[in-house]
Nanobody
Framework: QLQASGGGLVQAGGSLRLSCAASGRTFSTHVIGWFRQAPGKEREFVASISRSGSSMAYVDSVKGRFTVSRDNAQNTVALQMNSLKPEDTAVYYC??????????????????????WGQGTLVTVSS
């Protein structure tokens, strides 16, 4: 089970830190991804992180602004979002799938790869 939190209202240029908390003892065997869905748009990939946390992937629009990290001891993943823009406004979801040692960046960008989803947290960026 995944629980996303940390969303809210922020002005453009501001920062937010999202958190995804997972239950269960197999967290460290799962790739974690962040997706977002803006009103009237399809869900899109934002970022993913490998089992160990040593590899990450980002959608081009957030590179240099967002950072994904994980703490396997605490079963949490964070998404630090800086320099937020109005176009970042969306419901953000964390998701997980079991992975062997190989971390496929391309697979991690596809929502159908994921087995588990959190409930989403709303991020609103005002101009």
């Amino acid at each position: 089970q995944l629980q996303a939190s940390g969303g809210g209202l922020v002005q453009a240029g501001g920062s937010l830190r999202l958190s995804c908390a997972a239950s269960g003892r197999t967290f460290s065997t799962h790739v974690i991804g962040w997706f977002r869905q803006a009103p009237g748009k399809e869900r899109e990939f934002v970022a993913s992180i490998s089992r160990s946390g040593s590899s990450m992937a980002y959608v081009d629009s957030v590179k240099g602004r967002f950072t994904v990290s994980r703490d396997n001891a605490q079963n949490t993943v964070a998404l630090q979002m800086n320099s937020l823009k109005p176009e970042d406004t969306a419901v953000y979801y964390c998701a997980a799938y079991y992975s062997s040692l190989y971390y496929s960046i391309e697979s991690s960008k596809v929502s159908s790869t994921y087995d588990y989803w959190g409930q989403g947290t709303l991020v609103t960026v005002s101009s």
